[in-house]
């Protein structure tokens, strides 16, 4: 069982805030959630080694430099950008 | 119109013929849309401008007599976290209603490269979380066939507009069955491909080893035609194999006598009554078809929905790390502090549902839970993987039912969200096993609302599972909505 301060310590660890009222909910949401995860247990089984979907192999290909997007377009969703950087101003 | 035949040969024959042009038919589906999109909330955003250039790009072609190719001209839709350049992708989340990409997806690519006509972005659950379509921020899109009913989801909006005649086909992304439950329960058919089958680059991330885009269409033959244009190899995505097995569309006439489908019983069991019923219908047909049905076990199947929603949720939780208000999206107003500017935003920004998910995904992902949770999930991935391969020695294709039901009430997943969950029981399987799966209609239950047969195959078997669709597809000659634009 998650306890409202464990839900809290999660949120934290996820950059969310959560207000009380929030807390509360998220926390039984989330229990149910777990109680239901928790059905794996019940299988016991050897470990194997990490699955992926396919068994897909990796694909690589040469490290070469190609040209990619210009800094201007880079820019273009920030929501504050100067000298051809993006901007996180602190206010107090 | 004739709806079994397929729209896409037909519309592409009246304007190769000059029956009609490219701009009057798109015309006539911007109109279906302002009509009837009020109603249905199919569309987040309607792009107009670059539907109607594209079809002068089209009409040019034809009046100098060209010949245009299948999907040139042809109305469409992309689901909105598909990234279109110059063209807002909202991900139907606070967090990006303001972001415009810098460059397109790759499937769009193709498909702007071939003349597709882009009617619009379609509606979706915020970052194609859910299975309703209203954690869109937008509300949901709802259910052509009765609209106290949702769409299904995430990709609500792209069968509900290929469901209600206001797109001819629309691309949607599957993580968990994201195309082939709104597609269930819209009535209109709807093909999860292969994983790295199709291009995910510039598809806005939930969980990379599951999300998939597929076609959602009206017919069996158009979505061949568009998986086939799509099936393409992208060096952009490490993931992307491209077309192993090769094209759909010339085998979907063949002969299945002696196809071998299997029934596995823990894919039917949680069917209710109706769907249930319907599949027995299915399973006759088959058998009149010539098909041998193979009854079939798989009891690890039990455990794929804890297992897709920790892995899910993890996978989630580290894709959704980058909405930090920086670079893009969503950014809070007031803050003291560059770590009270991050909290914020994400708070602000995100809605109840992917707030819950990237809570879940954390909690397995930390320290005390890792091994017990996703670790023993990705081992128990393997298994389900290793079982589908088993199966797949004894059969050809399965068949289930998409969903247990049909289309839910509007408020039961707000109301029932653990039920909700439980009631992916039948698609997620085939993502965790990166299988491709086609649901198509196969009846309606007593309320008159779409039920939908699932098809599932093989790794790059898409050819097989569209095959056995067509025959049933023809052989079941369902009648269905008549609404929206009138070819």
């Known amino acids: 069982m998650v306890s409202n301060e464990e839900t809290k310590k999660i949120a934290n660890l996820a950059k969310l805030y959560i207000s009380d009222s929030e807390t509360e909910i998220l926390t039984k949401e989330l229990n149910n959630i777990i109680s239901f995860a928790n059905e794996i247990n019940e299988v016991e089984m050897k470990t194997e080694t990490f699955a992926n979907a396919n068994s897909l192999e990796n694909v690589l290909r040469k490290d070469e430099i190609k040209k990619s997007f210009d800094r201007e377009l880079i820019l273009k969703n920030a929501n504050e950008q100067e000298n051809g950087f993006f901007v996180l101003r602190y206010r107090t | ?487």
């Open chain 2, 1 to 487: 119109m004739n709806k079994k035949s397929g729209k896409i040969k037909y519309i592409n024959s009246l304007l190769n013929t000059k029956a009609i042009s490219c701009k009057e038919l798109t015309l006539n589906f911007l109109n279906s849309i302002n009509s009837l999109n009020d109603k249905l909330n199919a569309y987040v955003l309607i792009t107009e401008d670059c539907a109607l250039k594209t079809a002068k790009i089209v009409d040019h072609k034809i009046s100098k007599g060209e010949k245009i190719s299948l999907l040139e001209g042809i109305p469409m839709t992309l689901k909105d976290n598909i990234s279109t350049k110059d063209i807002a992708t909202t991900c139907c989340s606070k967090m990006l209603k303001n972001y415009i990409p810098i460059y397109n997806a790759t499937v769009w690519d193709l498909l702007l490269k071939e003349n597709a006509v882009l009617l619009g972005k379609t509606n979706m659950d915020e970052f194609a979380m859910g299975s309703s379509c209203q954690t869109s921020v937008f509300s949901g899109a709802l259910n052509p066939y009765n609209v106290d009913y949702v769409a299904g989801g995430s990709s609500g909006g792209a069968a509900c507009a290929v469901a209600s005649g206001t797109a001819v086909y629309g691309l949607g992304s599957d993580t968990g069955g994201s195309i082939r439950q709104p597609a269930s329960f819209c009535g209109v058919v709807g093909l999860k491909p292969t994983y790295g089958a199709v291009s995910r680059y510039g598809l806005i991330a939930y969980a990379s080893s599951f999300d998939q885009i597929g076609p959602i269409a009206g017919s069996v033959e158009d979505t061949a035609i568009i998986y086939d244009f799509i099936l393409k190899k992208d060096f952009k995505d490490s993931t992307s194999i491209g077309g192993k097995n090769n094209p759909t569309l010339n085998l979907l006439n063949k002969d299945i006598k002696g196809m071998k489908i299997g029934i596995i019983k823990e894919l039917i069991e949680p069917l209710n009554e109706e769907n249930k019923k319907a599949i027995d219908n299915v399973i006759d047909v088959y058998k009149y078809l010539g098909a041998e049905i193979i009854y079939l076990n798989l009891p690890i199947i039990k455990y794929a929905l804890p297992i897709y929603y920790i892995l899910a949720c993890a996978e989630a939780s580290s894709n959704l790390g980058r909405y930090d208000g920086i670079r893009y999206g969503y950014k809070t107003k007031e803050y003291n502090n560059k770590n009270e500017m991050i909290l914020k935003t994400r708070s602000e920004g995100f809605g109840f549902e992917v707030k819950k998910r990237i809570l879940l995904g954390t909690y397995v992902l930390s320290a005390g839970y890792y091994d017990a949770y996703y670790k023993k999930a990705q081992d128990l991935r393997n298994a389900i993987i290793k079982g589908f391969n088993e199966t797949f020695n004894k059969c050809d294709i399965i068949l289930s039912s998409t969903a247990p039901t049909t289309a839910f009430k509007n408020n039961f997943c707000n109301e029932h969200p653990i039920e909700a969950y439980k009631n992916d029981i039948c698609t997620v399987p085939i993502n965790i096993a990166g299988l491709p799966a086609v649901s198509l209609p196969c009846g309606f239950d007593k309320n008159g609302l779409p039920i939908g047969a699932q098809l599932i195959g093989n790794h790059f078997c898409e050819n097989k599972i569209l095959n056995a669709a067509y025959w049933l597809e023809q052989q079941l000659s369902l009648e269905f909505l008549s609404m929206g634009a009138q070819i």
